[in-house]
């Protein structure tokens, strides 16, 4: 397949913010405990009670922003219960996750001391579903203010004298579901009442964040920012890739076929309809886009690994993860405009993780690699390039074959990343670069593909798929050609000489 772009080198079309490559982090299945938190007296190395090895490598790939403590769980989460000596903290049954005791060891001053070790912002979503006006607000006292307080003074007493800087809060999550089943009017006034005493101490500022729609409910987005839009600095949106439209059996994440491969990529496509959607809806109440769109939770959703605790929600991670991982970002950076973050879900051993641990184990996962080669567009100015998409057929339906997307630093380098969908085809791509001096370049690149549609990596073969050195490009009088290898993530720096 050949196809065809032009590259407007000289012409910007926003910047891509960074928290875009935000994670999601929750208290579920091996996700904080085991997978983040091991505790002080483990034989695993950690600082603090927090991996090592799972920190290094989310700096590696740049974590900007972590959300925590949940998704459902946060709900539920009554703050007061992870803080204080952790020998006297509560013990509970994680209702929502697989029904096991959460003894609340990583609680407020732990995920602090998480993003301190990332040096990454947090983003903490608090309970509006079950916890009360006054414990929302002391938690936002407790963690940012410095003056004379109670809270201040319990933070004090528990070791944290000084204050945290603590600029995104979320009012509850999924209050249309796990978070209290409410109507959109009702969650509007609620939310109204709440952020209220979500107050700046000092100068900290909190960046509010509203509970947004599941997938395509636009009734909900509509109401929520007829009704509440003003008092609001964001608001999200969480939608899931699942192969199927059957939750009691998504299929499986590995040993899929080739239609599961072409219908996962098609649903995740659909991202860029949904915020193309929304966002109509937004400019409706916000035409200056003032107010952020928030997707703090995406990515796949599978059958859990056979044998385990089907709370957990744990899955392998294949090139169809890398696959969606990487169009995805694509879209986002094209709605750079209102998407100001985004959260995978969820950073380790939890759906679309990007690290998998078993014991003192870790492994990258493809997903974990594309981070790595996207980071370079944290912060970027993205660029205007049009390509023909070229169609990507299977059983009458058909998809983009490539999606692409590029982006100049700061310092000046210019990066173009392209995904090829296609499980079975190669694609060649040539693309007109306009306003660069096209012979004085020197370009570097790398890809990402398997052997095989489900091909992954495991704790006996870690690196059975890891991005390759890419050198199957050429420049020719401003002409861009690459040949992109059959499901692939491909990523190309492009440096004019001085
Ligand atoms: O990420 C898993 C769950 O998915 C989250 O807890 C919830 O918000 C969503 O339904």
């Keep these: 397949m050949s196809l065809r772009g032009v590259l407007n080198a000289d012409s910007g079309k926003g910047t891509i913010n960074r928290n875009i490559y935000g994670h999601f982090s929750e208290h579920l299945g091996r996700c904080i405990y085991e ?6 007296d483990s034989p695993i190395p950690n600082t603090n009670g927090i991996r090592n090895d799972v920190v290094e490598a989310l700096k590696q790939i740049r974590i900007p922003v972590l959300r925590w403590p949940g998704g459902c769980f946060a709900d539920e989460y009554h703050w ?24 609340n060891h990583f609680g407020t001053h732990e995920f602090m001391e998480l993003c301190r070790q990332l040096d990454c912002e947090p983003y903490i979503n608090g309970n509006l ?43 509850g999550n999924e209050n249309w579901g796990c978070g209290g089943n409410m109507r959109p009017e009702y969650y509007a006034d609620e939310y109204r009442r709440y952020q209220t ?35 609001m600095d964001s608001i999200t949106l969480h939608y899931y890739t699942l192969p199927t439209d059957n939750w009691q059996d998504k299929g499986p994440a590995t040993g899929f076929d080739e239609q599961a491969w072409f219908t996962t990529l098609q649903k995740a496509l659909r991202m860029d309809d949904l915020i193309t959607r929304h966002r109509t809806i937004m400019d409706k109440y916000d035409p200056e886009g003032r107010v952020g769109l928030i997707v703090d939770e995406w990515g796949t959703w599978y059958n ?24 995805t970002l694509n879209i986002f950076h094209k709605h750079n405009q209102r998407v100001r973050m985004a959260n995978i879900a969820q950073t380790v051993n939890v759906l679309q993780a990007v690290i998998l641990t078993e014991g003192e184990k ?13 980071k370079v567009h944290q912060d970027a100015e993205m660029l205007d390039l049009s390509l023909d998409t070229g169609s990507y057929k299977l059983d009458g339906s058909d998809i983009p074959a490539v999606t692409a997307t590029a982006s100049r630093d700061t310092q000046g380098k210019i990066h173009l990343s392209f995904c090829n969908l296609q499980h ?16 004085d370049l020197t370009m570097t690149g790398s890809t990402l593909t398997g052997d095989r549609i489900d091909a992954h990596n495991t704790f006996a073969q870690p690196d059975a798929v890891k991005p390759q050195p890419f050198e199957s490009f050429q420049l020719d009088g401003g002409k861009l050609t690459v040949n992109l290898p059959a499901m692939s993530v491909t990523t190309l720096e492009l440096v004019e000489k001085a």
């Design 362 to 374: 870790m492994v990258l996962t493809p997903t974990y690699h594309v981070f790595d080669m996207y």
């Design 424 to 439: 079975n085809a190669e694609a060649q791509v040539t693309i007109d670069v306009r306003g660069l001096n096209g012979n």
């Design 80 to 103: 007061k219960d992870g803080i204080g000596p952790k020998e006297t903290r509560k013990r509970m049954v994680n209702t929502h996750w697989g029904g096991v005791v959460e003894n």
């Design 304 to 327: 859990v690994e056979p044998g385990t605790n089907p709370g957990f929600l744990y899955q392998q991670n294949t090139m169809r993860d890398a696959l969606v991982a990487g169009l």
């Design 197 to 231: 005493y979500v107050r700046n101490y000092d100068d900290n500022r909190i960046h509010r964040i509203a509970c947004g729609p599941n997938s395509d409910d636009y009734n909900w987005m509509d109401v929520l920012m007829r009704e509440a839009g003003r008092f």
């Design 129 to 171: 579903g079950s916890g009360t006006v006054q414990e929302m607000s002391e938690w936002v006292e407790y963690l940012t203010f410095g003056g004379v307080s109670p809270m201040a003074e319990l933070r004090t007493h528990n070791g944290r004298k000084e204050p945290w800087k603590v600029t995104y809060f979320g009012v």
């Design 35 to 40: 997978g983040i938190w091991v505790g002080e």
